[in-house]
Structures are given as C-alpha cells and as structure tokens.
Nanobody, 127 residues
Framework: QVQLVESGGGLVQAGGSLRLSCAAS????????MGWFRQAPGKEREFVAA???????????DYTDSVKGRFTISRDNAKNTVYLQMNSLKPEDTAVYYC?????????????????WGQGTQVTVSS
C-alpha cells in the first residue's frame, strides 16, 4: 500500500510558476510509475505527466501535449518524492492536481490504471 501526499498548490498569475510535491509513504522503485493528473470543474480527470526510474539513475518521462515545454516531472528517490515544476502557467491549467502511482511495466495514461492516489491540491491561475 502506497500513501501519497501532495503539496505546493496555490494561486498564481498567468505566466507564473508553481512546484508541486508528492511524498510517498514507502519507497517506490523501478517497477512503479509515478504520475500527475488534473481535474478541472465539470471535466474528467486527465493525464498530465508520468515518470519511471530504470534503477540505474536513468529516468523516463511522458507528458501530455498541452504541457510539453512548460511542465517538468522529476523525482528524488532518497526522499521518496515526485515533483511537478509548472512554468508559464495558463488559466486553462487551473484544476485540482493529483499525484498517482501504479505498479507495472507499461506506460499508461488512463487514470483507471493507477491504484494509488493522493488527496489533490488546488492550482488556480488567474488571467
């Protein structure tokens, strides 16, 4: 069982930056994919980014097109923490952001494929 706790959300003006953190209760090794999803009011939860660690200090990442070049996902294995650095934020990035984890070997973007979820953190971008 993996417990996830997000932090770092808040209110920021368009063009600004925020960094979200997701602390895991246990070590998530190379067989875990760590992801970020978001859900805006009235919309379905959508994939934002994911990261996987090969175990030899090589990291692999996946991003949805709308955040490529603006968001960066990273992880600190020593702290069991995953980060989402969000730059050049836009009003359409406003949502509750969720950290998620799944055990497996295949890249997945469907929320249903992720077994463990954090409680979410609100990100609001004003225009």
């Amino acid at each position: 069982q993996v417990q996830l706790v997000e932090s770092g959300g808040g209110l920021v003006q368009a063009g600004g930056s925020l960094r979200l953190s997701c602390a895991a209760s246990t070590r998530t090794g190379s067989n875990y994919f760590m992801g970020w999803f978001r859900q805006a009011p009235g919309k379905e939860r959508e994939f934002v980014a994911a990261i996987n660690w090969s175990g030899d200090n090589t990291y692999y990442t996946d991003y949805t097109d709308s955040v490529k070049g603006r968001f960066t996902i990273s992880r600190d294995n020593a702290k069991n923490t995953v980060y989402l650095q969000m730059n050049s934020l836009k009003p359409e990035d406003t949502a509750v952001y969720y950290c998620a984890a799944r055990y497996g070997i295949m890249w997945k973007r469907d929320a249903e494929e992720y077994a463990y979820w954090g409680q979410g953190t609100q990100v609001t971008v004003s225009s």
